[in-house]
């Protein structure tokens, strides 16, 4: 019996597969059949000939109202995080509702052509009006048949800096923010430091908010406010709910800490999510050699069996001039940074930035908890790349073919083809790059 789709992707191999080519069929936003052939007519019927079904990529951590505005009013010419932020500081007085929008947007629009359908943005909330914030929330509303957004309320300058940061945090929660955030490691002393953790959780809890809180993002082994964080949320159990940022000071503590440490994150259950980009970046500065990494310990974390997932952080700001927010170029200098080469490792970094992301969003599926995003009943979210697995995306950083969101089709691309001008049999008129079985994306 012929059935009917709303959209039918053909002889594709799924992320978790076994190998062999499946046709997936997607009706009324759910992946509805998976076979190795589907008798099935569709209003878009996708011969997709060996390419990867994925997962969505997720974008755990980025700062979406300051993207796009490397350069203003001036470049950062240490390369620091402190002085990005006092050139934030300059820059977010000039912050109007529009202009936030419509860089926000841009942004958003950017990661979308990369296969990102999630994503988690810190919004600063150190700046009396509020327009970062309120801006980010606008958008929010407007991507939502696109793209998920979750924003988080940012305290940048820290919450205990100045008297009237503390209710600002309070009151972006009351407009509607997902999440509070927070950054111990810049407050004024330790003890602020301490004080503006449990305010965090005590905001969490009164508002019924996720947690996502900047932690030891310095080089600093005596910054250790991870212990504050997992230890509040082993004494609430609310792990699942809480994430911690950056952690780049876990990169310089000895060991003997590191190992304590590492037990009570085991109990902890919190989340964490990395920045290779910015890490590798902004960290190490005040080194001569031999120079740290200054990127959390994510291969010890993820044998540990802890939830980690990675971030682009920055698209073209104050902190990092550079980012297209393409989340293979993270997973890939994560496998460099981290000594993830073990072909588990690499696949792992993949799962980071897909299915990794969304429990850290806290939006993982009870069903897909412990099995598969790409099996029957699930929200039909997910990708086609331009190579049959996910080593080889990240090997070729493969482009994306087709991005279907809400059962939706979402964007396609044609096919990358290079074309030798030399009289070699071998290479002349040969298309792309890696993978001669990869053919024509084709809609019959
Ligand atoms: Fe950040």
Aim: glycine share 8%.
């Amino acid at each position: 019996m012929t059935e009917h789709f709303d959209i039918v992707l053909r002889q594709g191999h799924l992320l978790d597969g076994d190998g062999h080519p499946v046709d997936l069929g997607i009706r009324d936003g759910v992946i509805t059949a998976i076979a190795p052939r589907l008798e099935a007519t569709a209003e878009h019927d996708l011969d997709i000939q060996g390419c990867l079904i994925s997962p969505p990529f997720v974008e755990s951590h980025i700062h979406l109202d300051s993207a796009l505005t490397a350069g203003e009013p001036r470049w950062n010419q240490s390369g620091t995080l402190f002085e990005g932020i006092q050139i934030w500081g300059e820059r977010k007085r000039s912050l109007t509702l529009d202009s936030v929008k419509q860089r926000a947007l841009e942004a958003l629009k950017l990661q979308a052509s990369h296969g990102v359908q999630y994503v988690r943005t810190h919004a600063d909330v150190s700046e009396p009006s509020l327009t970062a914030l309120k801006a980010l929330l606008d958008v929010r509303e407007t991507v939502q048949d696109w793209m998920t957004v979750q924003v988080i309320a940012f305290p940048q300058d820290g919450i205990y800096s100045n008297v009237q940061n503390e209710a600002l945090l309070e009151e972006a929660l009351k407009l509607g923010a997902d999440g509070v955030g927070g950054i111990p490691h810049y407050e004024l002393t330790r003890e602020d430091g301490v004080r503006s953790v449990h305010r965090i959780f005590a905001l969490a809890q009164q508002y019924d908010r996720l947690i996502d809180i900047h932690c030891d993002e310095i080089d600093d082994p005596q910054s250790r406010f991870l212990e504050v964080v997992a230890a509040c949320a082993l004494r609430q159990a609310i792990g699942h709910r809480v994430t911690a940022s950056h952690t780049t000071a876990f990169a310089s503590y000895d060991n003997a800490y590191a190992v304590k440490l590492m037990g009570l994150l085991r109990r902890s259950r919190i989340n964490f999510i990395a920045n290779p980009l910015i890490n590798l970046t902004l960290q190490g500065r005040a080194d001569s050699y031999p120079k740290r990494r200054g990127i959390t310990r994510v291969k010890e974390l993820w044998q540990q069996g802890l939830n980690v997932s990675l971030g682009h952080d920055c698209i073209q700001d104050p902190w990092y001039s550079l980012g297209n927010g393409n989340l293979l170029d993270v997973a890939h200098m994560a496998i460099h940074a981290c000594h993830m080469t073990g072909q588990a490792e690499i696949l792992a970094c993949y799962d980071m930035v897909t299915r990794n992301g969304l429990q850290t969003l806290g939006l993982l599926p009870e069903t897909a908890q412990r099995g598969s995003l790409l099996c029957q009943g699930q929200p039909a979210n997910l990708l086609v790349l331009e190579a049959p697995t996910a080593f080889d995306v990240i090997k070729n950083r493969a482009v994306v073919m087709v991005s279907i969101y809400g059962g939706r089709l979402l964007l396609r691309r044609k096919p990358r083809a290079l074309y030798w001008s030399l009289p070699s049999p071998e290479t002349h008129g040969t298309s792309d790059e890696n993978d001669k079985s990869l053919g024509n994306l084709s809609d019959p």
